[in-house]
């Protein structure tokens, strides 16, 4: 094990959860209605068909950490359920942090593929990193892990690691992006999901 996975290892996925919560709640409250139908780096969602996507997989996710049954197959439009759809997302992303710090959650396997419990605690991890950036530069919000959550990056980056060549046929993940020296570690780890760090709408 490297000293990046091994810091990353101290943390439980609760905590890295918490840690990724801090920024997305901030940019979740601050998506105006207007932006609902913005462009977003991922080239199939626009803004509203994103956030309706992350809010599956937080409610999906808590499941999986308790090691019940999800179910992917159908995205419902919890945006267009009512104009509290923010806040009922922010609820839903501290119901997964709690989840995920349960006693037991990252024990054993999880998920119809029964994979180890932590990383697919990573991958929700993932999405509320990712995506949430992708929701930040589509609404022109600026977004910032700081240096406190260095551990969330270095926990994703071995993840993203183990997952890439699944994901990418899959096509979950793009084609990796080329980055310049000196990229920063988060910009890197946008680059292997196949995202333009410097993506722009």
């Not at 810091?7 to 901030?26: Q, W």
């Not at 992350?54 to 996710?61: A, E, K």
């Given at each position: 094990m490297d000293t990046k996975s091994a810091?990353?290892?101290?943390?439980?996925?609760?905590?890295?959860?918490?840690?990724?919560?801090?920024?997305?709640?901030?940019?979740v409250r601050g998506i105006p209605d207007a932006a609902l139908a913005a462009p977003t780096p991922c080239a199939e969602y626009d803004v509203k068909t994103l956030v309706n996507h992350?809010?599956?997989?937080?409610?999906?996710?808590q499941k999986l950490a308790a090691k019940e049954a999800s179910d992917f197959g159908e995205t419902p439009d919890r945006?267009?359920?009512?104009?509290?759809?923010?806040e009922r997302l922010a609820d839903e992303i501290d119901k997964l942090v709690a989840a995920w710090s349960a006693p037991g959650a990252e024990d054993g396997v999880t998920g119809a593929m029964n994979m180890p419990a932590r990383l697919v605690g990573s991958m929700a991890l993932l999405d509320l990193t990712v995506h949430v950036w992708d929701l930040a530069c589509a609404t022109g919000r600026e977004y910032r892990l700081g240096e406190a959550a260095r551990a969330v990056v270095e926990q994703l980056a071995g993840a993203v690691d183990e997952l890439a060549p699944t994901a990418r046929q899959m096509g979950v993940f793009g084609e990796p992006v080329p980055v310049a020296e000196g990229s920063s570690d988060f910009e890197r780890l946008l680059a292997a999901t196949g995202?333009?760090?410097h993506w722009k709408g």
């Open positions: 810091k990353a290892n101290e943390y439980g996925i609760g905590e890295l959860l918490g840690m990724a919560r801090e920024r997305a709640v901030p940019v992350l809010f599956q997989v937080v409610v999906q996710f945006v267009g359920a009512g104009p509290d759809w923010r995202r333009d760090p």
